[in-house]
């Protein structure tokens, strides 16, 4: 029936024009995003987050985080993860220790992706690198304990030369007065 194919062929094309849509917007935001199932290999990342890997994202499709983050990041992160199998959304500040670029620190949000039945089959990823925020809040607080640290210094030493000071006026005071 031609009404039938005419229809499916204008939802195939509403479809692709959807995924191009959404495609355009994750490639676009300033922010990390994965899309990864139970198996914990990824089904979707953006542009940012795969070429934060040096990857292009159909390249990182199918692999698993492990491989992609290294082992040790992959555990420091998968009780998020398994937070959003379980069907809750969480967000969380951390600092990941990456195979490949080392410590860095992370602000995430990780909710689960659900089938028709509302049963999780999956997470997504949204990912800030903080790291730069982390440093310089912790360079303030240097430069601010190294700032007590001299005005406490500063105190006890102008205090020291000050004491034989005000002896000496007390003397003069205490002679003017006595005849």
């Keep these: 029936n031609a009404a039938d194919i005419c229809d499916r062929k204008k939802a195939e094309e509403a479809l692709l024009a959807s995924r191009r849509r959404l495609q355009l917007v994750t490639d676009n935001a300033p922010v990390l995003i994965a899309n990864c199932g139970m198996d914990y290999r990824y089904k979707f990342v953006n542009k ?3 070429a934060r890997y040096s990857m292009l994202p159909r390249d ?4 698993h985080v492990a491989d ?3 082992e040790d990041a992959f555990e420091q992160l998968r009780p998020h993860a398994d937070r959003a ?3 809750e959304r969480n967000e969380f500040e951390v600092e990941v220790d990456y195979r490949d670029f080392g410590p860095q620190w992370i602000r995430c949000a990780y909710a689960p992706e659900r089938d028709d ?3 999780p089959v999956g997470w997504i990823a949204a990912i800030i690198d903080i790291t730069d925020r982390k440093r310089a809040e912790e360079a303030l ?3 601010d304990r190294r700032k007590d640290e001299f005005l406490a210094v500063l105190g006890h030493e102008l205090r020291n030369p000050l004491a034989p000071l005000r002896s000496g006026i ?3 005071k205490e ?3 006595r005849p």
Aim: proline share 0%.
């Design 117 to 119: 039945h509302g049963r």
């Design 175 to 177: 002679a003017e007065r």
């Design 141 to 143: 607080r240097e430069a």
């Design 170 to 172: 007390e003397l003069m």
């Design 85 to 87: 199998f379980a069907g």
């Design 68 to 70: 992609v983050l290294g």
């Design 48 to 50: 940012a987050y795969a």
């Design 60 to 63: 990182m499709v199918g692999r």
